[in-house]
RNA sequence: GGAUCCAUAGCUCAGUUGGUUAGAGCGCGUCAUUGACAUUGACGAGGUCAGUGGUUCGAGUCCACUUGGGUCCACCA
């Protein structure tokens, strides 16, 4: 054995051969209980950041069960990401001095479908080079056509269950974009909005937005309020800078008497409160902002100008004409932003897709209360209880062209709507929406429609999945859907535990981002440290579910921890050199142990076995911080500092058989942890198995 | 405005049913070693476990409050 380990050449070489062995796949143990994980689909539109990195718990958990004898899959795929990838496609065309405009719908699906492809070999490499155990030959993407196929199948279950409608409702819509979102791709930002105290008639009311009053359809003031309550369902005249106009005004409980003068104008077609109060009281919808974030005619002289400018424009007017009693100027509001660009969201109207939540979301909340679907750490039970609570309707439908299309056709004749699996209904008069699916309502999908469309008897067999290991920051936007959806689908549960890991930070504990030039790719790291020790690195000295900050000098102690377990096996071998012989492995402690005449021996053993056992049970509660710790401990403090400087001075054979043994024993340990450095010594030892990774987990 | 988490050695962090002198990595000090170890080993310094009060025979660990930091959620015009 070379003095020093060499990971560069030994990962790919290892990867390659378990591949093409097929130890990935489940059938390397027929008859084993099943167990899987479904990896959670990176988008596949550039390439992994190092939080990624983190699905090596995963690894840990598929590569311990398949030891166990478990028929261990571990199912790997990617997510087309709609929003997500068309965002960075139109950046990539924007630098090229395009723009998605230049495109029809159907070449730029095409565009971006080229550009997913080559991100996809990326991504794959990555996750091979961190050395998962994925099974490739079920390998899936989110826009596979079988895949789209049981989308569009349970799209259609749905309507039919009357679970989907159609409805015209305020979306947040970035006009920039061009497309609306669900309220959870909203991000809220606080922002210097002057409020306008504005007069109304004999009235005063105060608001951010003078430049819906266009669109205001009414005057809401709270029922019990003794100041305006002899106004509440009277019209008033008010005077305008278009002129004059009257408003009725209706008592409303949403009305807080204390904000501004307690008067509030109402604008149904902007404003999500006011929609609402609209509704219960019949005020018609005037829309006045356009698609494109300008004012459009009902706004007069001022149509064309965007709704910045118009504000200007108009608050100038209104100030000229008196309609204006003060200004708060340092009056200070949140403001929804596109949490892609950042642009001030528009509550517009516009006719969507919307999926009844309320059912789903009692079954789901059911379903983890019951603890079917079993969440750790278990903090994040609570944020996701408390989510599902406060869920409201989910808008599904997305204005872009990258993603699954909405199976949806309108009759042109009779406006009425059909809905297919996916097929064009016969005759001319139909005509399929244009709009695609949010991203979420297919990955939420994802159990099940990955199994039911991998090999045949796949999804009876691993379905429920025992495990579902992502970061927690997608806990709303996946995990919660998943549970809806698949429990809906299927009647089961998609998976029986959920795991959460932590937020992989910079150095300086700062969340890395594009923006900030702060991201590190595996790949580097891989390369210098080897995958072993960033894997190592990752799980050591981090509790399961916190966030960590990526740490070089973490990643250096495992780097050398990989190089003294690997000396352990140069000091074996040069003992057997010595001795002129190979000393043989006994994989029954029993046997050792009743085989032994040595007391310390006997101790030895024992001490394995306890490592063996605390090692197993840490695993089994998830607690791998605290397995790679003890192996660490074990490995380093007591087998070598002391074990083995203690064996040096030993000439009885039965004691090296005893040393050898142990030390396979901890290369089996820690094969979940660091699969490659284990790998290698394996190999390189006297009388070693076809592969440790298919060696069976120690037992006591 | 709600919810939630964190505050433990110089730094980064472990410490899951409350139980003997509170741990690791890195860093630091002294000595040894280059015949497994591109190094390693031995020994050592270093903590009123944020603060206050409480429950308990016993609290870093449970409860309340305070202070400082983070995250998430929310339709305040």
Not at 274 to 281: A, S
Not at 402 to 417: D, F, H, Q, S, V
């Amino acid at each position: 054995m070379d003095k020093v380990y060499n990971h560069k050449e030994a990962e790919d070489k290892h990867y390659k051969t378990w591949e093409e062995k097929g130890y990935f796949k489940p059938e390397i143990n027929p008859d084993g209980k099943p167990y899987c994980i479904i990896l959670p689909p990176p988008n596949a539109n550039g390439d992994l950041h190092f939080g990624h990195a983190m699905f090596t718990v995963e690894d840990i958990l598929i590569r311990y069960h398949r030891m166990k004898g478990d028929a261990a899959l571990w199912l790997p795929g990617t997510d087309h990401a709609g929003i997500e990838t068309q965002f960075v496609f139109e950046k990539k065309l924007q630098s090229e001095g395009q723009s998605r405009f230049d495109y029809s719908q159907e070449e730029l699906y095409q565009m971006i479908w080229d550009f997913v492809k080559q991100s996809h070999g990326k991504i794959q490499n990555q996750l091979k080079k961190l050395g998962y155990s994925l099974d490739w030959s079920r390998e899936k993407f989110t826009l596979d056509p079988e895949i789209q196929k049981l989308v569009y199948k349970t799209f259609k279950k749905m309507y039919e269950d009357g679970l989907i409608y159609r409805a015209h409702k305020l979306v947040n819509y970035c006009t920039r974009d061009g497309t609306s979102f669900s309220d959870l791709e909203v991000i809220h930002e606080e922002r210097n909005s002057p409020l306008y105290y504005i007069r109304y008639g004999p009235l005063v009311l105060a608001t951010t937005r003078p430049e819906t009053k266009f669109g205001d359809t009414g005057v809401a003031v709270n029922p019990n309020d003794e100041r305006y309550k002899q106004y509440i369902g009277k019209e008033i005249e008010i005077e305008t800078v278009l002129g004059k106009a009257s408003m009725k005004v209706v008592g409303d409980e949403a009305v807080d008497p204390e904000f501004g003068t307690g008067v509030v104008k109402v604008t149904p077609a902007h404003d999500f409160t006011d929609f609402e109060i609209g509704k219960r009281h019949d005020l018609p919808l005037k829309q006045v902002i356009g698609y494109d974030g300008k004012m459009n005619d009902h706004a007069g002289r001022f149509e064309g100008l965007y709704v910045k400018q118009a504000r200007a424009a108009i608050v100038e007017e209104m100030k000229e004409k008196n309609l204006i009693e003060k200004v708060d100027e340092g009056y200070m509001n949140r403001v929804g932003l596109c949490y892609k660009c950042k642009t001030i969201l528009e509550p517009l109207p516009l006719e969507q897709w919307f999926v009844k939540v309320d059912s789903l979301r009692n079954e789901a909340i059911r379903v983890i209360k019951e603890k079917k679907v079993k969440i750790h750490p278990q903090v994040f039970e609570t944020h996701c209880l408390q989510w599902l609570e406060n869920l409201r309707d989910w808008n599904i439908s997305r204005q872009i062209v990258w993603g699954m299309r909405i199976p949806a056709w309108k009759n042109k004749a009779t406006g009425e709507w059909m809905v297919t699996e996916g097929d064009s209904p016969e005759g001319m008069e139909w005509e399929q929406d244009t709009d695609t699916f949010d991203t979420w309502f297919s990955s939420g999908q994802w159990p099940f429609v990955t199994l039911k469309t991998s090999k045949d008897g796949d999804f009876e067999k691993f379905y429920p999945t025992a495990v579902l290991e992502t970061a927690y920051d997608i806990l709303r936007a996946w995990v919660s859907r998943m549970v809806m959806l698949g429990t809906y689908v299927t009647g089961e549960v998609p998976f029986r535990n959920v795991l959460f890991h932590g937020i992989v930070n910079d150095p300086y504990g700062k969340k890395m981002s594009k923006s900030k030039g702060n991201v590190v790719n595996p790949l580097e790291l891989i390369e210098q440290y080897g995958a072993d020790a960033v894997r190592f690195a990752l799980v050591y000295g981090n509790a399961t579910g916190n966030d960590q900050s990526l740490s070089y000098p973490k990643l250096d102690a495992a780097r050398k921890f990989t190089n003294k377990l690997w000396n352990m096996a140069r000091f074996i071998e040069m003992a057997e050199k010595d001795a002129n012989q190979e000393f043989g492995v006994n994989n029954s402690l029993r046997d050792l142990k009743e085989g032994t005449k040595l007391k310390e021996n006997y101790e030895w053993i024992e001490k394995a076995q306890n490592l063996i056992d605390e090692v197993t049970k840490y695993i089994d509660s998830y607690q791998f911080n605290l397995a790679a710790e003890r192996l660490y401990e074990f490995s380093w403090h007591e087998f070598a500092d002391i074990y083995i400087e203690d064996i040096k001075r030993s000439t009885e054979n039965e004691s090296w058989v005893v040393l050898k043994s142990i030390y396979v024993i901890l290369l089996k340990l820690l094969h979940p942890f660091m699969p490659f450095v284990t790998e290698e010594i394996y190999q390189k030892m006297s009388g070693h198995g076809e592969s440790i990774m298919i060696e069976k987990w120690p037992s006591i």
